[in-house]
């Protein structure tokens, strides 16, 4: 079994960046793909990022393309999201996910999934 625990969420002004972890422990020998989900108040969750077992593909949603860069680092079972030009929009919470499929957007895709940590950008 995988655990994922999110870190570095926070509040943020519009603009601004913020980068969260995402440790990963257990049985970490699979290799899994890994990435990002979000959810902000009142909607459905949303694909952020993903990327696969050797970090050499990712995969952006449009609405944070240019913005945001998802990085992995599996020495040390770490996986991060930069986020950079934060808007308002960004609020929400923000879920480290792992599965066996780096391109995919779909929720149903990834099958571990964090705690989740909020974001909240202030405009």
């Known amino acids: 079994q995988v655990q994922l625990v999110e870190s570095g969420g926070g509040l943020v002004q519009a603009g601004g960046s913020l980068r969260l972890s995402c440790a990963v422990s257990g049985r970490t020998s699979r290799s899994y793909a890994m990435g990002w989900f979000r959810q902000a108040p009142g909607k459905e969750r949303e694909f952020v990022t993903s990327i696969n077992w050797s970090g050499g593909n990712t995969y952006y949603a449009d609405s944070v393309k240019g913005r945001f860069t998802i990085s992995r680092d599996n020495t040390k079972n770490t996986v991060h999201l930069q986020m950079n030009s934060l808007k308002s929009e960004d609020t929400a919470v923000y879920y480290c996910?792992?599965?066996?499929?780096?391109?995919?957007?779909?929720?149903?895709?990834?099958?571990?999934w964090g705690q989740g940590t909020q974001v909240t950008v202030s405009s």
């Open positions: 996910v792992a599965g066996d499929r780096w391109y995919a957007d779909m929720p149903e895709a990834y099958d571990i």
